[in-house]
């Protein structure tokens, strides 16, 4: 190999090296980097067709039980503590209307995980640092700027939750809309753990970003984009029938293609998407 081709696969190798890093600049391993079409991304030997994880026939056995566990860490609560019931109730509303039935459960102490698959814990943290202490200690990767209210960990099927979002004048002036904004944030992040994505991650997005005149639950969550207070709706959003789908897939257990596609990824929701992306020929929205 002459000294050209030498220093040119070296670099070739740095370059890989720092794109696939945990760094802020190249938002999840996989992800495009703006400008190019190159990705870091391998197919995989799970299948990432849409067909198969969003399967448009109801799976015919799966969990129809949820076990959903609460638990507010040292000094969280505020708002979130106060309107708890009323965030479980609508909770519930939502699954019913999709055949789910569930049970709370409030727990004294952070979670290390579920085994079951019906099991999910949604863990309210103080504020800015301790929630990003706990996305890193759970995922070993740092909270994202997106990621300001709620982040998941698919591999311990835990939520959690900055409580000092929701300490807002507008929610303590008008509480409905607070709760319904707890409500969806929990029910979206939920949905995260079983792999379930933005679909205003793509351009041309396979999935209906409006549900029968309500935002889609699975879109970004913004700051200016919370749930809109309506008096038929239980989280002011709602999924369409291949997502819940997606979700029942899921809730079948290990030998789910939604759990073996994420766990092939490293439980890495960002990896994942560019996965789907990448096998169905979906082109994905440039980072800003």
Request: glycine share 8%; with cysteine; proline share 3%.
């Amino acid at each position: 190999m002459n000294r050209r081709a030498f220093i040119s696969r070296l670099a070739t190798l740095a370059f890989g090296a720092v794109a696939s890093a945990d760094n802020d600049l190249y938002k999840g391993i996989g992800g495009p980097f703006v400008g190019s079409g190159f990705t870091f991304s391998s197919k995989g030997k799970e299948s990432y067709k849409l067909q198969d994880l969003m399967p448009t026939d109801t799976p015919s056995s799966f969990g129809k039980k949820l076990n959903i566990h609460f638990c507010f860490d040292s000094g969280a609560g505020g708002f979130y503590r106060r309107n708890l019931v009323q965030i479980k109730e609508r909770m519930n509303v939502f699954y019913a209307k999709h055949g789910l039935s569930v049970e709370f459960f409030e727990d004294e102490k952070l979670f290390k995980g579920f085994d079951n698959f019906g099991d999910f814990g949604v863990e309210i943290l103080k504020d800015e640092k301790s929630f990003k202490e706990r996305k890193y200690k759970l995922t070993g990767k740092r909270a994202t700027l997106e990621e300001h209210a709620g982040a998941s960990s698919p591999k311990q099927r835990v939520v959690i939750v900055r409580g000092d979002v929701f300490e807002t004048v507008s929610f303590r002036q008008t509480p409905i809309k607070g709760i319904m904004a707890a409500a969806c944030l929990n029910v979206h992040e939920i949905f995260h753990t079983a792999g379930l994505f933005h679909p205003d991650l793509f351009i041309y997005s396979p999935i209906e970003e409006n549900v029968d005149g309500l935002r889609n639950v699975m879109l970004s969550f913004g700051a200016d984009k919370y749930p809109i207070v309506t008096s038929d709706s239980a989280i002011g959003a709602d999924v369409t029938p291949r997502q819940i789908n997606q979700f029942f897939e899921y809730l079948t257990g290990r030998e789910s293609k939604n759990y073996k596609a994420l766990k092939e990824c490293g439980f890495d929701l960002s990896l994942l998407v560019q996965r789907i992306a990448d096998v169905n020929k979906l082109e994905r929205r440039k980072l800003k």
